[in-house]
């Protein structure tokens, strides 16, 4: 869908009266429905699970001490053997309906016009599939929407500033989305440029966001666009000359670049609502820098600030004050700071460091045509991963760091489009992305941080549909499985698991392995790989990719300061001094 529609001349009858678009909006929907945000041709499909019994949970007990990788194995095989009586095969799953929802996420009494919405939005919420609000929505669109004071002196109206605080999947993005088109939709003509800036701490979650408000806003007329890089400053510049951006969605750098660039007319001088989602993210010194140059350009007084993130922590507190957020309504839906939704299934596996690819293979064969996603730790495991699964004629890409914005792009509209359903990512696709369907999460490296397990866990089991999360607990992992668990306040049940089917694949998984961890050598030394007939595109994906890896490396090198990202550096040294 393209981002820079122009704003159709209809704004002001629509602002008029909702039954003009209302008709609109009908009218309309057969163009649009390509562009739908949810995927209801697609179902779902789950592993039945069924409540662990005492002699289970007396075996969980065990994961308390140090395994060797002799008693891990016969730890893993004791615990299939205590779970096949009572759990049934992979092979039995159960039809889910894209739209059936958890009563605890969507309430179906409520409607979006018992929110405070108008007609017309409710009826575009209706034609892209929005049935009901979600229960982030219910709680702030009514705080949003209603107003804080009203200047006379100056004609401006003040909302209430919001930090939301919500689990992944629950409709977040809608949340804030909805009552700035409301507010705008309001307005007195046709509304400013710039009258919103959205900010996403990546390029994904940023692209995905701008998604939804064209979906939602481009049928009343609010035109919207990303500011992400990926082209010249002066091209941005450009672009934003000949057209009025009502809803601008960008990156904290890419913005700061455009305001600092002395040929462009973009500013924010009638901006009205900035939103910070994922806000815990946006810490540190470069995000520090660009939120400061932001915070400067708007004229504080006029701008209603929302803070939302799945998580909040008390460095937050950085934010707030930067923002001069003196009384903001703190709105927060989950039961504890750290919260899963109750749709999604939690497993653990425990495998030996040296047989997690033959598991993984295992894990992909018993569950053919569901669309998974496979976290890795490090950028060079998600490329190896994703050369040995396409080397066993599993339709898998990457999503890395280390890969150019165009290429990351091209997988990830693979993926979501169902062509490669198996995504093999570092935690770049842990926030924010909105996968419709994705079924099974599996994280093949324990994350190093505990809080990043409910980023990554969070992209499945969403807006109530049912989800699958299977971590890989190796030998050298259990402190961190245990910080797992004591975060997420659950205990979760072994995977059932064949043993005997996964270690056949030993041989097979070992030599594409091998042969994938060959190819990454060659191509660093610069030996180019010769392309296969078949998945052309993602190869030349993939070769680029460890270009960039290797370019990455040498710079690392220089500096003395090693590769891959702090956090799974962390992880490995900690792993090689258990060793």
């Given at each position: 869908?393209?981002?820079?529609?122009?704003?159709?001349?209809?704004?002001?009858?629509?602002?008029?009266?909702?039954?003009?678009?209302s008709?609109?909006?009908?009218?309309?929907s057969?163009?649009?429905?390509?562009?739908?945000?949810?995927?209801?041709?697609?179902?779902a499909?789950?592993?039945?699970?069924?409540?662990?019994?005492?002699s289970?949970?007396?075996k969980?007990?065990?994961?308390?001490?140090?395994?060797?990788d002799?008693?891990?194995?016969?730890?893993?095989?004791?615990?299939?053997?205590?779970?096949?009586?009572s759990?049934?095969?992979?092979?039995?799953?159960?039809?889910?309906?894209?739209?059936?929802?958890?009563?605890?996420?969507i309430?179906?009494?409520?409607?979006f016009?018992?929110?405070?919405?108008?007609?017309?939005?409710?009826?575009?919420?209706?034609?892209?599939?929005?049935?009901h609000?979600?229960k982030?929505?219910?709680?702030?669109?009514?705080?949003?929407?209603?107003e804080?004071?009203?200047?006379?002196?100056?004609?401006?109206?003040?909302?209430?500033?919001?930090?939301?605080?919500?689990?992944?999947?629950?409709?977040?993005?809608?949340?804030?989305?909805?009552?700035?088109?409301?507010r705008?939709?309001?307005?007195?003509?046709?509304?400013?440029?710039c009258?919103?800036?959205?900010?996403?701490?990546?390029?994904?979650?940023?692209t995905?966001?701008?998604?939804?408000?064209?979906?939602?806003g481009?049928?009343?007329?609010?035109?919207?666009?990303?500011?992400?890089?990926?082209t010249?400053?002066?091209?941005?510049?450009?672009?934003?000359?000949?057209?009025?951006?009502?809803?601008?969605?960008?990156?904290?750098?890419r913005?700061?670049?455009?305001?600092?660039y002395?040929?462009?007319?973009?500013?924010?001088?009638?901006?009205?609502?900035l939103?910070?989602?994922?806000?815990?993210k946006m810490?540190g010194?470069?995000?520090?820098?660009?939120?400061?140059?932001?915070?400067?350009?708007?004229?504080?007084?006029?701008c209603?600030v929302?803070?939302?993130?799945?998580?909040?922590?008390?460095?937050?507190?950085?934010?707030?004050?930067?923002?001069?957020m003196?009384?903001?309504?703190?709105?927060?839906?989950?039961?504890?700071?750290?919260?899963?939704?109750?749709?999604?299934?939690?497993?653990y596996?425990?495998?030996?460091?040296?047989?997690?690819?033959?598991?993984?293979?295992?894990?992909?064969?018993?569950?053919?045509?569901?669309?998974?996603?496979?976290?890795a730790?490090?950028?060079?495991?998600c490329?190896?991963?994703?050369?040995?699964?396409?080397?066993?004629?599993?339709?898998?890409?990457?999503?890395?760091?280390?890969?150019?914005?165009?290429?990351?792009?091209?997988?990830?509209?693979?993926?979501?489009s169902?062509?490669?359903?198996?995504?093999?990512?570092?935690?770049?696709?842990?926030?924010?992305?909105?996968?419709?369907?994705?079924?099974?999460v599996?994280?093949?490296?324990?994350?190093a941080?505990?809080?990043?397990?409910?980023?990554?866990v969070?992209?499945?089991?969403?807006i109530?549909?049912?989800?699958?999360a299977?971590?890989?607990?190796?030998?050298?992992?259990l402190?961190?499985?245990?910080?797992?668990?004591?975060?997420?306040?659950?205990?979760?049940?072994?995977?059932?698991?064949?043993?005997?089917?996964?270690?056949?694949?030993?041989?097979?998984?070992?030599?594409?392995a091998?042969?994938?961890?060959k190819?990454?050598?060659?191509?660093?030394?610069?030996?180019?790989?010769?392309?296969?007939?078949?998945?052309?595109?993602?190869?030349e994906?993939?070769?680029?990719?460890?270009?960039?890896?290797?370019?990455?490396?040498?710079?690392?090198?220089?500096?003395?300061?090693?590769?891959?990202?702090?956090?799974?550096?962390?992880?490995?040294?900690k792993?090689?001094?258990?060793?």
């Amino acid at each position: 869908m393209s981002s820079q529609q122009k704003a159709p001349k209809t704004f002001k009858s629509l602002q008029k009266t909702s039954a003009t678009a209302s008709a609109l909006s009908k009218t309309s929907s057969a163009s649009s429905s390509s562009s739908e945000p949810t995927s209801a041709s697609v179902v779902a499909k789950k592993t039945k699970t069924t409540t662990p019994n005492k002699s289970e949970i007396t075996k969980q007990q065990g994961l308390k001490r140090k395994l060797s990788d002799t008693t891990l194995e016969e730890e893993s095989e004791s615990r299939v053997v205590a779970t096949s009586s009572s759990n049934p095969s992979n092979n039995e799953a159960t039809e889910q309906q894209p739209n059936k929802a958890d009563s605890s996420v969507i309430d179906t009494s409520v409607t979006f016009a018992a929110l405070g919405l108008s007609q017309v939005l409710c009826d575009t919420l209706k034609d892209i599939g929005y049935k009901h609000p979600t229960k982030i929505q219910r709680e702030v669109i009514p705080v949003a929407i209603k107003e804080a004071f009203h200047d006379d002196e100056t004609g401006f109206t003040k909302y209430n500033d919001i930090i939301g605080i919500s689990e992944t999947g629950s409709g977040k993005t809608a949340s804030y989305v909805l009552p700035i088109l409301e507010r705008l939709l309001q307005l007195k003509g046709d509304p400013s440029p710039c009258s919103a800036l959205i900010l996403a701490p990546t390029r994904e979650l940023a692209t995905q966001i701008q998604y939804h408000v064209n979906a939602l806003g481009s049928k009343i007329g609010i035109t919207s666009t990303t500011l992400i890089g990926g082209t010249t400053i002066a091209n941005d510049s450009l672009r934003f000359k000949k057209n009025r951006y009502h809803v601008v969605v960008g990156t904290p750098g890419r913005v700061c670049d455009l305001l600092q660039y002395g040929k462009s007319n973009f500013n924010l001088n009638h901006t009205r609502f900035l939103v910070l989602d994922e806000a815990d993210k946006m810490l540190g010194s470069e995000f520090d820098k660009w939120l400061t140059v932001i915070s400067e350009k708007l004229k504080r007084k006029q701008c209603t600030v929302y803070l939302f993130s799945a998580t909040m922590t008390t460095k937050i507190d950085k934010l707030l004050k930067l923002h001069q957020m003196t009384n903001p309504v703190k709105i927060q839906v989950t039961s504890s700071k750290y919260h899963t939704v109750d749709t999604l299934t939690q497993q653990y596996l425990l495998v030996p460091e040296k047989y997690k690819e033959q598991y993984l293979v295992y894990l992909l064969n018993e569950n053919p045509g569901k669309r998974i996603l496979v976290f890795a730790g490090q950028n060079a495991t998600c490329i190896m991963l994703s050369i040995m699964l396409r080397s066993l004629k599993f339709p898998a890409v990457p999503l890395s760091g280390h890969m150019d914005e165009t290429h990351r792009q091209h997988c990830l509209r693979k993926f979501i489009s169902g062509d490669r359903p198996i995504l093999v990512a570092t935690d770049i696709a842990a926030r924010g992305l909105d996968i419709p369907l994705v079924e099974i999460v599996i994280n093949f490296d324990i994350p190093a941080h505990s809080k990043e397990y409910v980023h990554r866990v969070g992209r499945t089991a969403r807006i109530g549909n049912q989800g699958l999360a299977i971590t890989f607990v190796t030998q050298y992992d259990l402190q961190y499985f245990q910080k797992i668990e004591a975060l997420i306040e659950k205990k979760m049940d072994a995977c059932p698991v064949n043993k005997e089917n996964a270690m056949l694949l030993t041989n097979t998984v070992s030599q594409a392995a091998k042969l994938a961890k060959k190819k990454m050598s060659d191509m660093e030394k610069g030996d180019l790989p010769v392309k296969s007939d078949e998945f052309t595109e993602e190869e030349e994906v993939l070769n680029n990719a460890i270009r960039s890896l290797t370019a990455k490396r040498e710079h690392a090198g220089k500096k003395k300061s090693g590769g891959g990202n702090s956090g799974s550096g962390n992880l490995k040294k900690k792993r090689k001094e258990q060793k």
